[in-house]
């Protein structure tokens, strides 16, 4: 039996955080301790991301990092997530300060991995689990929670590497996403995550779920509000608007994907969709919810994307006025279909791209947040900012840890709690005001 202090770091997506936190449940149900200081640890978990290149080379160089504290308590370093899952032939030999090799989904295997190490075997299991974990240990605040109701991607787009590190879609079964949201216990925001979550069920069930699933999560008494995070552009159903508007449980807020404006440049990606279809949906969905936040993300200098499309990608951000977007360079992935194709854009082109992408939707940004100046909005109390010397919390069209924040003043607020903050101030990101019943 095991008994040593455990400690994670735990890098990349919101979805690559709810497999680190199932590792952690693992460690708590043995009743090992849990240390968020790494040089305390005895075993440190790396849970890894290897979307792009520059996520591996992070990763190995966290890797590399954690074996200075050798020269403390540490005892053993586990590395789990998508770098071994897809890498783990080329990184067991080299990769000597690793112990331990876990895939994505390997966590029930912790133990017998670490049994087998502290032995004085080196360990390799990735993809070695046949059965599900069933226990997690929420990493985030206690009133958030991330609740991931897929695996995989079937959607292959050329650019992208999921598919070959995740494998083809799969859902998660309905009954064990209820069981497993209700035994979060109180939870004030719940954010749903996939790499698609509109379409979920298809696979499962042979029809799309996304909705059903929607609305049991909505009856449970312990959860708040819901967030639905990358839905797709061509599975925003009419059924599933009409969720959202009516659904008071589920928070005006859609992030979709869009990934590029240009019909030639989307085509190349295998995106489905056009620039005029993108902008139709928009226009369709703010009909409906007139005071619908949407968010997206977008990829500059895609092979073969010239200046001009460049440009209307531009004007694009102009047209559509989306409230929050994120702005990446194309990076060349080995085994991508884009990888092999002609006209690479140069570093230096593709980050001058993203930087004027960046002012452009700045520029619309600022313009949609000083529209909130005056009012009074709800906002969920995320705790302190002591360089601010105020309260943070975000509205309903402020996603943890990628959109801006709301900072207000009040004698007193709890993390957790929803306030009516009147806002005084804004800029390009974030909003600046006051606890309306202070004022």
Known sequence: MIDKVFGMISLGCDKNRVDGERLLGEIR??????TDDPSEAQILIVNTCAFLNAARKEAIETVLECNGY??????????????????VKELFAPLTEADVFLGVNDAPLLFEALERSYAGERVDLVGKCTTAAERRVRSTAPHLAYLKISDGCSNHCTYCLIPKIRGKYRSYPMESLIKEAEELGRVEELVLVAQDTTRYGEDLYGENRFVELLKRLSALDNIGRIRLLYCYPEKITEELVAEVRDNPKILHYLDIPLQHSEDRILKLRGRRGSRAEYLALLRRLREEIPDLAIRTTFISGFPGETEEEHRALISFLEEAKLLNCGFFAYSREPETAAYRMAGQVHPSTKKRRVKELYRAQARVSAALNASYVGKT???????????KSCFEGRTFFQAPDIDGK???????AETGTIYAVKIDRADEYDLYGHLEEES
């Open 377 to 387: 909005l709800r906002v969920l109390c995320d705790g302190i900012d002591y360089e």
């Open 406 to 412: 709301t900072f207000f003043t009040a004698r007193r």
């Open 29 to 34: 149900a043995r009743g090992c301790p849990i």
């Open 70 to 87: 050798r020269k403390g308590k540490l005892e053993k370093i586990v590395v789990t997530g998508c770098l071994p899952q897809k890498y």
